[in-house]
């Protein structure tokens, strides 16, 4: 086994980070919980500069609509290239309330997975974002006797 350096990410610009948002609709929205932080699966759309979700009355909907910012993770891999991908979104969420902008979002086509009532739109404002992009490393390449040591103690 060689000791190859494996090759460093590649940090996005913005504007690809931005492609890549719009390439898949499910990402990890993280908010602050008192004392620890939440994740919560969402499945949003990119609109004009910032990211639009639809959710219920609840504990997602009241700590996003906080003072705290919250952050949004998505992330991809191409099967064929072997190359992965994930982009933070980080900003302040707020409540969509105004008819014009609530009639807009309905626009998206911005439908939840799971059923119920899913009467709030909520907007990401954008204060950063970020994203790199890499290679997905063949398992043997990080292998080390500690993963054979672990894998005997499960059999």
Known sequence: ???????????LEAH????????????????????????FPINYKVDHGSLVFRTGEGTKLHLALGETPVALEADGVNPDSGVAWSVVVKGQAVAIKLTHE???TVG????????GRKDH???????????RRFKVT????????????TRAGLE
């Open 138 to 149: 063949p398992p043997l390449t990080w292998w080390s006797p500690l993963d054979d040591a």
């Open 16 to 39: 690809l980070c931005w492609q890549l948002l719009r390439g898949v609709s499910v990402g990890r929205l993280a908010v602050w919980a008192g004392d620890h932080p939440d994740i």
């Open 108 to 115: 998206l086509l911005l439908f939840p997975w799971q059923a």
């Open 102 to 104: 609530v009639m807009d």
């Open 1 to 11: 086994m060689t000791n190859t350096p494996a090759p460093e990410a590649e940090v």
């Open 121 to 131: 739109f909520v907007r990401i404002v954008p204060t950063s974002i970020t994203g």
